[in-house]
């Protein structure tokens, strides 16, 4: 049987579909199923002028030189429907990835672009739920990362490179453990090196590069109060004045405290507060600070306790080590027991969709060779990404 050459999209070179079936009317991918094909579409790429690519594959995941992200859509009534991967441009200008995936009850848009902020640029991935069934619907986002990623309270790591930027207004859906770290501090240790009796944790610290308060949040009863002991140990400077520090525990009175000053070099110390969970939300937070105006605005914490209320143990005892295994909770800050206040794995985001709504959520992405910028010390926005990008290629185009 005589073939007619087909120039499929998405398939490299020529497919020779029978004749015969074409005549008859077959559809091309009714003719392609018959000979044992499938329509299979190619990854888009996308970038900034000069830079390396990266790409979104045929079935809607970002791909980059970390791994990949996937995102999901699950709830009752959602249906296995088609993925439609194309490349295209925002702004007439911006190349750009969009897959547009048909959930039944809801479609999801993904649509990627690539921002050149300094020094290697970012990702842009945004996610846009339309509800398509006029009815309300609850549903569940979730972002599929490589098992080594670590999440916290803005971002996603592996190691210390920050691989995605979580918004904001999704923290309150992320699931918690009863005790942990919430932000993407610095974890050094054996950086301190405390002297006479001290409990081994003084050696380790976390660090708040760039002025970055450290966060910890532990689980109580609502409305609940404790005894919260911080330990801090300054093994850098060795004069007073360079690194004073304001230590902030839910329901006490701040402490602003210089550590050398208050113990000297090398020398571990303790702060002591009587807590309360002032918000009835059954945590407890804690925030070590820079003090405005200093000289090192890099907070440091080295260990810290949560005790029941009642009487503050003897505090000698504590920093020599003897009384940690008393406390309720006993964190060796930047050390070996240390932990995420989140927990790590896939993201997961429920979302109630009104009858005919629209959801959006904006995800930043590390690009080959690049970092996803931390929120807390970033003012780049969705909309200001979008604009530098267009200034870029804009400029590209003249």
């Not at 120039?7 to 009317?25: E, S």
């Not at 439609?84 to 039944?104: F, H, M, N, W, Y």
Request: glycine share 10%; with cysteine.
């Amino acid at each position: 049987m005589p073939k007619v050459p087909i120039r499929v999209l998405g398939l490299a070179g020529l497919i020779g579909v029978p004749a015969g079936l074409a005549a008859m009317g077959w559809s091309l991918a009714a003719c392609l199923l018959a000979v044992g094909w499938t329509l299979a579409a190619e990854p888009v790429e996308f970038s900034s002028p000069g830079f390396p690519p990266s790409r979104m594959d045929p079935e809607g995941r970002l791909v980059e030189d970390w791994g990949v992200v996937a995102v999901r859509l699950q709830g009752e009534g959602l249906t296995e429907g088609s993925v439609k991967v194309e490349p295209g441009q925002l702004d007439s200008c911006i190349p750009a990835a969009r897959a547009t995936i048909d959930r039944g009850h809801v479609q999801m848009i993904l649509t990627a672009f690539r921002s050149p902020i300094f020094p290697a640029g970012v990702d842009v991935l945004t996610v846009r739920l339309e509800e398509k069934a006029h009815q309300p619907i609850q549903v569940t986002l979730a972002l599929d990362l490589p098992p080594q990623v670590k999440v916290g309270m803005s971002t996603a790591r592996i190691d210390n490179r920050m691989i995605l930027s979580v918004p904001m207004e999704t923290l309150a859906l992320l699931a918690v453990r009863d005790w942990g770290y919430c932000n993407q501090t610095a974890a050094m240790p054996g950086w301190a090196k405390p002297e006479g009796p001290a409990d081994p944790a003084f050696a380790n610290i976390r660090a708040g590069m760039g002025g970055i308060p450290i966060l910890y949040r532990f689980r109580v009863e609502p409305k609940a109060q404790a005894i919260v002991i911080l330990g801090i140990c300054e093994s850098h400077y060795d004069r007073p004045g360079i690194r004073p520090i304001l230590c902030e525990v839910e329901g006490a009175r701040p402490q602003r405290v210089d550590p050398i000053a208050q113990w000297g070099r090398h020398k571990p110390g303790v702060l002591v507060f009587q807590a309360r969970d002032i918000d009835a939300d059954g945590q407890i937070e804690i925030a070590v600070r820079p003090v405005p105006g200093a000289a090192d605005r890099n907070p440091i914490l080295n260990v810290l306790w949560v005790f029941p209320p009642g009487k503050t143990p003897n505090l000698a005892k504590l920093i020599a080590g003897q009384l940690s295994g008393s406390a309720k909770y006993y964190v060796d800050v930047g050390g070996q027991n240390d932990q995420c206040f989140y927990q790590g794995g896939n993201l997961q985001y429920p979302i109630q969709l009104p009858a005919d709504g629209v959801k959006e959520l904006t995800f930043l992405v590390a690009c080959p060779g690049g970092s996803a910028p931390v929120p807390e010390t970033t003012t780049w926005t969705p909309e200001t990404l979008r604009q530098a990008a267009r200034q870029v290629w804009q400029a590209w185009q003249k």
